[in-house]
């Protein structure tokens, strides 16, 4: 269905297309300088040592997690989150521990420290950054010093470029940070991920995996597969970055207008805000509904299509997916089921203006006032 009111629409154009076509002229379209420049610029952004650009977010959680972890060990991860969170522990063998997230969809501090005393034996911890909102990554780490434990953090940043807390970047706070270029993104390359860190070592066990196992001197030392971007993706990917503080700067501009028609029209629906003293992307413009209309959210987001207003759920509570029933639950999961059905994605993209927000909020409105509840 083509929507008049998409939830997000790319902002790529002739700036990407000359660019590639320089790639095309230099003959080199796989991993080559493209990529490295791209590296260097995005571990420049967001103050990181290193950057090591891949496939996908996918592939860069679990190549991060592949360097930390043995078949069979334990991972904590926010039970509300999209599956490829999850996926990657799965697919090494290893076993998530579901664990509830607070009501900013946030990993719940008291419920991490619970699971930390009953799961002594966890091997790492993914924190998720929802949305485009940067969670406070000293607290976890504090969390994990006081219980004596020495675990490593992977930050899945999928939604965060640009996103900071305190004056910190997402994705350069834990150990490891994992970033995702998708058409949904602030900054696309189609497809792509990117891994972010500090540590020497790590990054070059990450490089090597990154491509089928082989070293600098062509030694083939680990078993792995192809996870690497293209110089195409890459030089795409330099020109979205160089729009990207435009980019964060309109869509934090566009937060507001929907915060005020939120807060004056449908007053009891909570948009996810930005902390004090931090910068939100709002990669994803997500709002709470009352619990009493949670039974109602597929026909909400239904009738709005027939307003041409695209909207989705704000992610998956993974316990109530099929696939992840073999995982290990710490707690009840409650807020993380509340979440899944009470969250709505609401469209925001460079391009929308005032008068199109007040359209999607007023027809929220209309829709909502139709219902028994």
């Not at 592949?66 to 599956?83: E, M, N, W, Y």
Request: glycine share 6%; with cysteine; hydrophobic share 40%.
């Amino acid at each position: 269905m083509s929507y008049k009111y998409p939830i997000i629409r790319p902002n790529v154009g002739i700036e990407e297309l000359r660019e590639i076509e320089q790639v095309f002229k230099s003959g080199w379209l796989t991993q080559g300088p493209y990529v490295e420049r791209f590296e260097r610029h995005i571990a420049e952004y967001v103050k990181a040592k290193y950057a090591v650009a891949v496939s996908s977010c996918t592939a860069a959680l679990y190549l991060s997690l592949k360097t930390f972890l043995r078949k069979g060990d334990k991972v904590i991860v926010p039970d509300f989150t999209f599956p490829a969170t999850a996926n990657a522990v799965i697919e090494l063998g290893a076993k998530p521990v579901l664990v509830d997230v607070d009501y900013d969809c946030c990993l719940d501090l008291n419920e991490l420290e619970r699971t930390l005393r009953s799961h002594r034996d966890v091997k790492a911890l993914i924190l998720v950054h929802p949305f485009g909102h940067a969670v406070n990554v000293k607290l976890y780490k504090q969390t994990i010093l006081d219980l004596n434990l020495d675990i490593p953090i992977i930050e899945d940043a999928a939604t965060a470029l640009g996103s900071i807390y305190n004056g910190e970047f997402a994705g350069n706070m834990g150990n490891v940070g994992c970033f995702s270029f998708h058409p949904r993104k602030l900054v696309t390359t189609g497809e792509g991920g990117m891994v972010v860190l500090n540590d020497d070592e790590l990054y070059e066990k990450i490089r090597i995996l990154r491509n089928h196992g082989r070293d600098k001197l062509g030694v083939f030392v680990n078993n792995s597969l192809n996870f690497k971007m293209s110089d195409i993706q890459a030089a795409m990917g330099l020109v979205q970055l160089n729009k990207l503080e435009k980019t964060i700067e309109e869509r934090r501009r566009l937060a507001e207008v929907y915060h005020k028609l939120l807060r004056d029209v449908l007053p009891n629906f909570h948009p996810l805000r930005e902390k004090s003293g931090c910068r939100s992307t709002y990669q994803s413009y997500i709002v709470r509904l009352p619990w009493e209309y949670g039974k109602h959210q597929n026909f909400i987001i239904n009738r709005l299509k027939a307003y041409g207003i695209e909207t989705q759920i704000g992610t998956y509570a993974l316990h109530m997916e099929p696939a992840f029933k073999d995982c290990i639950v710490s707690s009840s999961l409650s807020m993380s089921e509340r979440l899944r059905k009470i969250t709505l994605t609401l469209p925001l993209y460079e391009g929308l203006e005032e008068g199109d927000i007040e359209y999607i909020v007023h027809s929220l409105e209309t829709i909502c006032k139709s219902l028994e509840v």
